[in-house]
């Protein structure tokens, strides 16, 4: 059980244009997901937090136009990277709490984006 | 100084060795904790959580807890070449966010 899914895996897109992220719990109700930013050789950055059905909490320093989250349901939220640049070129990672096992977060797989 | 303090290693071992991973911590408020265990390319896979003070083992992975020590480690017995990847410290308390160490690159040397 918990497991979290997120697609795509991969993108690749131009700079100007925007990406969208899911991030799914496969088998449980999340009424948290946070998303991260990882670095090369680098630990988790926390973008932001969101509640379902509430507006994302970002974390300083993420700008909430450019990084649009939506948590729209139990199991389902989504990040949309407006008007992309080679340098949001990242791995986006999302991650997920909820139901019994509350206390616990699991992650999604990643999504890795590349800006050209 | 940080929250949470993981030296980064790396850290090679060889086959079949006992690995113990460690983290110390500042904030007496944590309460929850968690050892989780990133491949390259890959998300983190949660590999043990643990309230409080105490021990818990699952399979060949053992994690303790010491809480007037701020300290918790992870061994691994019988270490394996598929146990190679990085290992990340988390802790928080309550319902606030992961607090993450800075990880531990692992290598078994076959």
């Known amino acids: 059980g918990a497991v979290v899914s997120q697609h795509p895996s991969r993108v690749i897109c131009k700079s100007g244009t925007s990406v969208k992220i899911e991030c799914r719990s496969l088998?449980?109700?999340?009424?948290?997901m946070f998303w991260y930013r990882q670095f090369p050789k680098q630990s988790l950055m926390l973008m932001a937090t969101?509640?379902?059905?509430?507006?994302?909490?970002?974390e300083q320093g993420v700008e909430k136009d450019k990084f649009l989250i939506n948590h729209a349901s139990l199991t389902l939220s989504t990040l949309t990277v407006t008007s992309a640049h080679p340098e949001d070129s990242s791995f986006y990672i999302c991650?997920?709490?909820?139901?019994?096992?509350?206390?616990?977060?699991?992650f999604g797989p990643g999504t890795r984006l590349t800006v050209l | 100084q940080k929250e949470v303090e993981q030296d980064p290693g790396p850290l090679s071992v060889p086959e079949g060795a006992i690995v113990s991973l460690n983290c110390t911590y500042s904030n007496s408020a944590f309460q929850y904790f968690m050892w989780y265990r990133q491949y390259s390319r890959k998300g983190p896979e949660l590999l043990m959580y643990t309230y409080s003070s105490g021990n818990k083992e699952d399979g060949r992975f053992t994690a303790q807890v010491d809480k007037s020590s701020k300290y918790i480690s992870l061994f691994i017995r019988d270490s394996q070449p598929s146990d190679s990847a990085t290992y990340l410290c988390a802790m928080k308390s309550g319902n606030e966010k992961l607090t993450f160490g800075t990880g531990t690159r692992l290598t078994i040397i076959p």
């Open positions: 991650s997920a709490r909820g139901g019994i096992r509350y206390n616990e977060q699991f």
């Open positions: 969101s509640n379902e059905g509430s507006k994302a909490t970002y």
């Open positions: 088998d449980f109700q999340a009424t948290t």
